[in-house]
């Protein structure tokens, strides 16, 4: 996807899609059947996707905008019906936004502007990406409500609080109480709400982060992308260099031990550098 401007002329790729205006006019053009559809004038596209368009639109009164929602498959424009700040949300399912007349929470609606989440229940997007949305309460005693593509998945009331994503969207960290756990994309608790911290590491042989470090009463965990154990130890932080070798510190000094917690390199050190090698398609990791 690609977006430019020129000649004050809008375009945005969204393959097999380009949005573009003209003469404040919103235009789509289809390459795959190479038909033109006209959407509406007097708006301007902010935000789209492969499933819809969000446009505002100037009214009368010069401090207020009225913002619209096309559907792109049923080549259906909508007016989005609450007074909005300025909906938004990278998301292909559901639109956010706080409601411009009151200081309540955010609502939620589908592409339909059906209300998922009103204004009413106090919610707000506590994070958000293209698969998943966050809804956390301003009371800390409800709630979090997870959207997982377009499905809202009930969650244990005893989660509370979001803290972030994995890099693959397949797992969150939510809190309560100080404490954190871990839930799939189901809602799922696959780790319980019993650690101080968890993280998702950089792998630097592998180049990824499908691993979880979780710290417990001074202790850290390594769990593979199927929660089994892979290493303990008393230590402050924790390095992945590959599947058996690990950069461990404590207070300021780093060593370097395998998963049995043997010492392969036997001094300390007071820093590290990686650097990944991609020769056909294999990556080798430099020390």
Wanted: charged content about 30%; proline content about 3%.
């Amino acid at each position: 996807n690609c977006d430019m401007t020129f000649g004050g002329i809008y375009f945005k790729l969204i393959y097999p899609y380009l949005l573009y205006t003209i003469n404040d006019s919103i235009y789509i053009d289809n390459f795959e059947n190479k038909e033109r559809l006209f959407i509406t004038d007097h708006g301007y596209p902010y935000f789209e996707n492969k499933k819809y368009v969000l446009i505002k639109k100037a009214t009368e009164l010069d401090d207020e905008e009225e913002f619209y929602i096309y559907n792109i498959e049923r080549r259906e424009l909508l007016k989005i019906p609450l007074k909005s700040y300025f909906p938004r949300i990278e998301n292909e399912y559901f639109v956010v936004d706080r409601n411009s007349s009151d200081d309540h929470g955010e609502w939620v609606m589908d592409l339909n502007l059906n209300i998922i989440v009103s204004t009413d229940e106090n919610y707000y997007a506590g994070g958000y990406n293209k698969d998943v949305i966050i809804m956390q309460n301003k009371n800390p005693s409800k709630p979090v409500k997870l959207f997982y593509k377009n499905k809202l998945i009930k969650l244990q009331d005893s989660i509370k609080s979001f803290e972030r994503f994995s890099s693959n969207n397949s797992m969150v960290v939510v809190s309560d109480n100080e404490k954190q756990g871990l839930i799939n994309k189901k809602g799922e608790l696959i780790l319980p709400i019993e650690y101080d911290d968890i993280t998702f590491p950089y792998n630097f042989k592998l180049l990824s982060e499908d691993q979880i470090i979780a710290k417990k009463n001074n202790y850290i965990y390594l769990f593979n992308k199927d929660l089994e154990l892979i290493f303990k130890g008393r230590y402050d932080d924790l390095r992945i260099l590959d599947e058996n070798r690990f950069v461990v510190r404590n207070i300021s000094r780093k060593r370097v031990v395998d998963k049995n917690n043997n010492v392969i390199i036997p001094y300390d050190f007071l820093g590290e550098d990686y650097y990944t090698i991609v020769n056909n398609s294999k990556n080798k990791l430099i020390f």
